[in-house]
């Protein structure tokens, strides 16, 4: 496996599976796991808010809301109020929305109380995507959309967080932008990569991006078409001595029409 490093967040999941001797969650329910823990999960409807934790003297209640569209991003949610729980005792009430969740918001934050978002996500990706069993499902498969959707399936978590964790963990180096209503908002690529991504935080996304075909257009490309071919010069600097022909990149938006917000994966060929 790559050098991976725990983190604080990522440490405390791995321990605590290992203390329990699970090698995932994958074939037992999360909400058992919570209250093996000591804490009672609660669904409901919720106002402005994903879920959140309330810390009592005898008992902790995690409240998930029911209206979350998506199997994968409830459980997601769980195991980052879980994180919380083991992690962050001591805190009243906190409460949990698409913002805190996120791991690009998050990262923004982190000077504010973004550190301790940053920490149950890292628990959260962990607990339900344990980083030698991530390793060892995407060795060898050439990466793609779909190796990114066959492996949310498989670890029934939420596509955004496999794509942060095959950032991490995975084989093929791949780059990622998130836009927000029109304006990138963040970027990330591996160490030592070797092209040169022109910074265009606060500003639009690339004219000729698919990012961008969303934004202008509406445009969501079907599943078999999520994989589209792009320029180097769309998202990376082209030298002069370069000819945009002589490279293979492609661009696959995970889009959350309801935030308006667009999660560009990139990569080369
Ligand atoms: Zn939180």
Not at 53 to 63: R, S
Not at 148 to 175: M, N, Q, W
Request: proline letters at 3%; aromatic letters at 14%.
């Amino acid at each position: 496996m790559k050098n991976h490093r725990y983190n604080k967040g990522s440490a405390a999941a791995k321990n605590l599976l290992e203390e329990y001797g699970f090698e995932s969650l994958l074939d037992f329910s999360l909400e058992l796991f919570a209250s093996g823990l000591g804490a009672t999960v609660i669904e409901k409807p919720l106002v402005n808010s994903d879920g959140r934790i309330i810390f009592g003297k005898k008992h902790t209640i995690i409240e998930i809301n029911q209206d979350i569209e998506f199997e994968q991003k409830k459980r997601f949610t769980l195991a980052h109020e879980i994180g919380h729980f083991v992690l962050h005792k001591g805190i009243d009430i906190h409460n949990d929305t698409e913002a805190t969740t996120s791991w690009f918001n998050n990262k923004e934050k982190q000077a504010k109380n973004g550190r301790v978002e940053y920490e149950a996500n890292q628990f959260a990706s962990e607990l339900l995507m344990p980083s030698t069993l991530f390793y060892e499902k995407q060795k060898g498969k050439k990466f793609s959309p779909q190796l990114l959707r066959d492996l949310a399936v498989f670890f029934k978590t939420s596509i955004t967080s496999i794509a942060f964790k095959y950032f991490e963990l995975g084989d093929h180096p791949i780059c990622l932008f998130h836009s927000h209503n029109k304006t990138v908002s963040y970027w990330k690529w591996p160490d030592g990569y070797p092209h040169f991504i022109i910074d265009r935080t606060k500003l639009e996304p690339p004219e000729d991006s698919v990012a961008m075909e969303f934004f202008e257009k509406g445009k969501i490309y079907a599943k078999h078409q999520a994989k589209q071919q792009i320029w180097k010069s769309t998202w990376f600097d082209l030298k002069h001595w370069e000819d945009d022909n002589d490279f293979n990149f492609f661009e696959y938006c995970i889009i959350s029409s309801s935030h308006n917000s667009v999660l560009s994966v990139v990569w080369e060929e």
